[in-house]
Structures are given as C-alpha cells and as structure tokens.
C-alpha cells in the first residue's frame, strides 16, 4: 500500500502563488511516476501533470507555462510539489496527488493506483 497525502492548499487572489506538497509513504518506490490532477464542482478529473522519476514532466495546455511540477526521491519516501503561478478563478478546484505502480507517465486517471485525499485550492477573482 501505498499513502499519499497532499497539503499547501488555501485561498489566494488571482495571480497569486500556491505550492502544493504530496508526501507519499508505505510501499514507494521512487521509480513510480506520479502525477497531479484536479476536480472542479460538478467536474470531473481534470489531468494537470505527472512526473516520471527521473523527473521528466509534462502538463496539460491549461497549466503549461504557469504551473510547475518536481519530485524528491529519498530512501523511503517520494515528495512531489506543484508550484502554481499565476493563478486563475478558473483553477479553483481539489487537486489530488496519484501514483501508478510503475514508472510510464500517464494522463488518464484510471492508469493510476493510489490516490491522496485532496487539497482545495481556491482563487478569488
């Protein structure tokens, strides 16, 4: 098994910066890629980003440019932040941290295994 547990989230104006931290303990292995998403109400997953363990990173059109995403493998756990800049009211939704059981990058959230609780984000307009 396999915890993850996300924290940073809170309200900030537009334009304003978060950044988010996703502690991941139990059965990690820091060549499992990870990967962050989002829901907005009444929405479903949104894909954001993952991040291989070689720190290869990817991100979805919306957040190119604004958002960015690393990792910190240590002996025993895997930290995965998500640095948000230049927040939109339009990124106001509960972003969750996931990971897979090997190391391929994915934006389906059905390619992943573990999922956090989720942190809300919201931005004032």
């Known amino acids: 098994q396999v915890q993850l547990v996300e924290s940073g989230g809170g309200l900030v104006q537009a334009g304003g910066s978060l950044r988010l931290s996703c502690a991941a303990s139990?059965?990690?292995?820091?060549?499992?890629?990870m990967g962050w998403f989002r829901q907005a109400p009444g929405k479903e997953h949104e894909f954001v980003g993952p991040i291989r363990w070689n720190g290869d990173v990817y991100y979805a059109d919306a957040v190119k440019g604004r958002f960015t995403i690393s990792r910190f493998n240590a002996k025993s756990t895997v930290t995965v932040y998500l640095q948000m800049n230049s927040l939109k009211f339009e990124d106001t939704a509960v972003y969750y941290c996931a990971a897979r059981i090997n190391s391929y990058s994915s934006s389906n959230p059905n390619d992943y295994a573990y999922w956090g609780q989720g942190t809300q984000v919201t931005v004032s307009s």
């Open positions: 139990g059965r990690t292995y820091s060549t499992h890629a």
